[in-house]
Protein backbone atom coordinates (compact mmCIF):
# COMPACT_ATOMS: atom_id res chain seq x y z
CA UNK A 1 0.00 0.00 0.00
CA UNK A 2 1.46 3.40 -1.08
CA UNK A 3 0.65 5.78 2.15
CA UNK A 4 0.53 8.67 -0.59
CA UNK A 5 -1.65 8.18 -2.77
CA UNK A 6 -4.56 9.73 -0.67
CA UNK A 7 -2.29 12.21 0.50
CA UNK A 8 -3.18 13.06 3.89
CA UNK A 9 -6.22 11.42 3.92
CA UNK A 10 -5.76 8.05 4.37
CA UNK A 11 -8.52 5.05 4.96
CA UNK A 12 -6.15 2.56 6.19
CA UNK A 13 -3.81 3.60 8.72
CA UNK A 14 -3.87 7.06 10.88
CA UNK A 15 -3.78 10.02 8.57
CA UNK A 16 -0.18 11.37 7.50
CA UNK A 17 0.51 14.50 9.46
CA UNK A 18 3.77 17.01 10.02
CA UNK A 19 6.00 17.44 12.89
CA UNK A 20 7.86 20.39 12.04
CA UNK A 21 5.44 21.16 8.56
CA UNK A 22 7.61 23.06 6.04
CA UNK A 23 6.90 25.84 4.50
CA UNK A 24 6.64 24.41 0.98
CA UNK A 25 5.71 21.14 -0.07
CA UNK A 26 3.43 19.03 -2.01
CA UNK A 27 1.88 16.03 -3.73
CA UNK A 28 2.36 15.79 -7.89
CA UNK A 29 0.31 14.34 -9.69
CA UNK A 30 2.16 10.94 -9.53
CA UNK A 31 1.98 10.92 -5.49
CA UNK A 32 5.13 11.71 -4.85
CA UNK A 33 5.71 14.09 -2.09
CA UNK A 34 8.18 17.21 -2.83
CA UNK A 35 9.69 18.96 0.29
CA UNK A 36 11.73 21.57 0.91
CA UNK A 37 13.89 21.46 3.66
CA UNK A 38 14.56 24.37 5.68
CA UNK A 39 18.27 25.77 6.24
CA UNK A 40 20.07 24.44 9.37
CA UNK A 41 17.04 21.41 9.83
CA UNK A 42 18.20 17.77 11.35
CA UNK A 43 17.88 15.75 13.63
CA UNK A 44 20.54 14.66 15.74
CA UNK A 45 21.70 14.61 19.77
CA UNK A 46 25.44 15.46 19.33
CA UNK A 47 27.22 12.65 22.43
CA UNK A 48 29.56 15.34 22.72
CA UNK A 49 26.55 17.56 24.52
CA UNK A 50 27.13 20.51 21.99
CA UNK A 51 24.38 19.56 19.80
CA UNK A 52 20.82 18.40 19.75
CA UNK A 53 18.84 19.53 16.98
CA UNK A 54 14.87 18.10 16.46
CA UNK A 55 13.80 20.49 13.53
CA UNK A 56 13.66 19.02 10.28
CA UNK A 57 10.56 18.46 8.85
CA UNK A 58 8.80 14.93 9.38
CA UNK A 59 5.76 13.38 7.47
CA UNK A 60 4.53 10.54 9.56
CA UNK A 61 2.04 8.03 10.18
CA UNK A 62 1.62 6.05 13.59
CA UNK A 63 1.15 2.81 13.53
CA UNK A 64 1.27 -0.24 16.07
CA UNK A 65 3.24 -3.66 15.30
CA UNK A 66 5.67 -5.13 13.31
CA UNK A 67 5.93 -3.17 9.33
CA UNK A 68 7.71 -2.90 6.28
CA UNK A 69 8.29 0.59 4.88
CA UNK A 70 9.80 1.45 1.68
CA UNK A 71 10.35 5.02 -0.30
CA UNK A 72 12.86 5.96 -3.62
CA UNK A 73 14.19 9.27 -3.04
CA UNK A 74 15.98 11.74 -4.71
CA UNK A 75 17.72 15.17 -3.07
CA UNK A 76 19.06 18.36 -4.50
CA UNK A 77 22.26 18.12 -3.07
CA UNK A 78 24.19 21.28 -2.21
CA UNK A 79 26.08 20.94 1.03
CA UNK A 80 27.45 18.03 2.85
CA UNK A 81 24.50 16.40 5.23
CA UNK A 82 21.57 17.46 2.58
CA UNK A 83 19.71 14.67 2.58
CA UNK A 84 15.93 12.77 2.42
CA UNK A 85 15.84 10.08 4.57
CA UNK A 86 12.92 7.00 6.37
CA UNK A 87 12.63 7.45 9.89
CA UNK A 88 11.14 5.93 12.70
CA UNK A 89 10.46 7.48 16.40
CA UNK A 90 9.73 5.87 19.92
CA UNK A 91 10.09 9.65 21.41
CA UNK A 92 12.61 12.49 21.00
CA UNK A 93 15.60 10.61 22.64
CA UNK A 94 15.26 7.35 20.53
CA UNK A 95 14.76 7.13 17.00
CA UNK A 96 16.46 6.01 14.36
CA UNK A 97 16.80 7.44 10.45
CA UNK A 98 18.01 5.48 6.90
CA UNK A 99 19.45 8.59 4.62
CA UNK A 100 20.58 9.24 1.12
CA UNK A 101 22.80 11.91 1.88
CA UNK A 102 25.11 13.84 0.80
CA UNK A 103 28.53 12.95 2.69
CA UNK A 104 32.03 13.94 1.43
CA UNK A 105 31.21 15.09 -2.48
CA UNK A 106 28.79 12.09 -2.59
CA UNK A 107 25.49 10.67 -2.72
CA UNK A 108 25.63 8.23 0.30
CA UNK A 109 23.95 6.07 2.19
CA UNK A 110 24.02 7.24 6.19
CA UNK A 111 21.60 5.64 9.46
CA UNK A 112 22.03 7.19 13.30
CA UNK A 113 20.44 5.58 15.83
CA UNK A 114 19.50 7.37 18.44
CA UNK A 115 18.84 5.92 22.35
CA UNK A 116 19.75 9.54 24.72
CA UNK A 117 22.34 9.97 22.19
CA UNK A 118 23.05 9.77 18.42
CA UNK A 119 25.34 7.60 16.57
CA UNK A 120 26.42 8.20 12.80
CA UNK A 121 27.37 5.33 10.32
CA UNK A 122 28.11 5.36 6.79
CA UNK A 123 27.48 2.95 4.84
CA UNK A 124 28.80 3.68 1.62
CA UNK A 125 27.63 5.56 -1.66
CA UNK A 126 23.95 4.71 -2.81
CA UNK A 127 24.99 3.39 -6.40
CA UNK A 128 22.16 5.51 -7.95
CA UNK A 129 20.64 8.82 -7.80
CA UNK A 130 17.43 8.27 -6.58
CA UNK A 131 17.78 4.54 -4.03
CA UNK A 132 14.80 3.01 -2.37
CA UNK A 133 15.16 2.72 1.21
CA UNK A 134 13.62 0.33 3.72
CA UNK A 135 12.88 -0.23 7.33
CA UNK A 136 11.15 -3.33 8.65
CA UNK A 137 10.24 -3.85 12.34
CA UNK A 138 10.20 -7.37 14.18
CA UNK A 139 8.93 -6.48 17.88
CA UNK A 140 12.01 -4.63 19.26
CA UNK A 141 14.30 -5.53 16.45
CA UNK A 142 14.54 -2.94 13.53
CA UNK A 143 16.53 -3.62 9.86
CA UNK A 144 17.26 -0.44 7.38
CA UNK A 145 18.20 -1.95 3.95
CA UNK A 146 19.19 0.44 1.11
CA UNK A 147 18.77 -0.59 -2.87
CA UNK A 148 19.60 1.16 -6.15
CA UNK A 149 17.17 -0.58 -8.30
CA UNK A 150 14.41 -1.98 -5.87
CA UNK A 151 15.42 -5.29 -6.51
CA UNK A 152 19.16 -6.43 -5.18
CA UNK A 153 19.19 -4.93 -1.38
CA UNK A 154 22.21 -4.30 0.92
CA UNK A 155 21.56 -4.17 4.29
CA UNK A 156 23.17 -1.04 6.45
CA UNK A 157 21.87 -2.09 9.95
CA UNK A 158 20.72 -3.77 12.23
CA UNK A 159 19.80 -3.26 15.56
CA UNK A 160 17.47 -3.03 18.88
CA UNK A 161 15.88 -0.51 20.21
CA UNK A 162 13.38 -0.53 23.48
CA UNK A 163 10.09 1.06 22.40
CA UNK A 164 6.56 1.18 22.85
CA UNK A 165 4.11 -0.88 20.48
CA UNK A 166 3.27 2.61 18.40
CA UNK A 167 5.72 3.91 16.71
CA UNK A 168 5.56 7.35 14.88
CA UNK A 169 7.23 6.49 10.99
CA UNK A 170 7.61 8.35 7.54
CA UNK A 171 10.26 10.60 5.78
CA UNK A 172 12.32 13.40 6.70
CA UNK A 173 13.96 16.18 4.47
CA UNK A 174 17.14 18.24 6.50
CA UNK A 175 19.66 20.34 5.69
CA UNK A 176 21.60 20.11 8.81
CA UNK A 177 24.65 22.86 7.80
CA UNK A 178 23.15 24.35 4.39
CA UNK A 179 20.35 26.74 3.25
CA UNK A 180 17.93 24.31 2.31
CA UNK A 181 17.31 21.59 -0.38
CA UNK A 182 14.89 20.11 -2.12
CA UNK A 183 13.97 16.28 -1.87
CA UNK A 184 11.56 14.10 -3.50
CA UNK A 185 9.77 10.75 -2.09
CA UNK A 186 7.94 8.78 -5.27
CA UNK A 187 6.30 6.45 -2.62
CA UNK A 188 5.58 5.50 0.86
CA UNK A 189 5.30 1.99 0.62
CA UNK A 190 3.95 0.11 3.82
CA UNK A 191 2.96 -3.37 4.29
CA UNK A 192 2.21 -5.24 7.92
CA UNK A 193 3.01 -8.57 6.06
CA UNK A 194 5.02 -11.02 8.61
CA UNK A 195 8.72 -11.13 8.22
CA UNK A 196 10.91 -14.73 8.14
CA UNK A 197 14.27 -12.58 9.12
CA UNK A 198 13.80 -8.64 8.78
CA UNK A 199 17.84 -9.04 7.81
CA UNK A 200 16.87 -10.58 4.27
CA UNK A 201 14.88 -9.06 2.00
CA UNK A 202 12.45 -11.60 0.61
CA UNK A 203 11.25 -11.22 -2.79
Known sequence: MNLFVNGLKQMIVPDLRWLNEPRAWSFDENHAL???APAMSDYFVNPSGDETNSSAPFLYTTVKG???LTTRVSVDMKEQYDSGRLMIMADDRNWAKLCNEY???KR???S???KGDSDDCVSGEAGAPKPYLRVARAGRCFAFHYSADGVHWNLA???GMSCPGELKIGVVAQSPIGQGCEVAF???AFSQEPQRDI???EG
Open 66 to 68: DFV
Open 112 to 114: VVT
Open 199 to 201: RVV
Open 186 to 188: EQL
Open 108 to 110: SIL
Open 34 to 36: RVS
Open 157 to 159: RYF
Open 103 to 105: FEG
